[in-house]
């Protein structure tokens, strides 16, 4: 199981939560933060801090979200688990769901 990152983070990025997690599993890409399944230790320390109330456990994602699971687990699938965000830095990419979406900043 993982936490999964969701629409109200789009556009938003607001990064409480990579400070947060104690195992830097959360990356940046263009228009989002993913959480790497693999990396992610289910502690939760994420959930709490995020402003948008945009991640969940993978069980409580709402179902209005639910391509979001798939999203932030194929998101990796060309860069594999390189063991840490902070190594990484921006991943100038999002997956599809997200590149498809309009402009979410109000």
């Given at each position: ?13 607001d990064k ?91």
């Amino acid at each position: 199981m993982t936490y999964v990152i969701a629409l109200p983070c789009v556009d938003v990025k607001d990064k409480a939560c990579i400070e947060e997690c104690p195992v830097d599993c959360i990356y940046e890409g263009d228009r989002m933060l993913y959480i790497h399944p693999d990396e992610c230790v289910d502690c939760g320390a994420c959930e709490p801090v995020c402003p948008v109330e945009a991640i969940y456990y993978e069980d409580d994602l709402p179902s209005q979200w639910s391509e979001y699971y798939k999203a932030n687990v194929e998101f990796f699938s060309e860069i594999g688990s390189p063991g840490g965000a902070a190594k990484v830095g921006l991943i100038n990419s999002d997956h599809p769901v997200i590149t498809a979406l309009p402009n979410q900043a109000q």
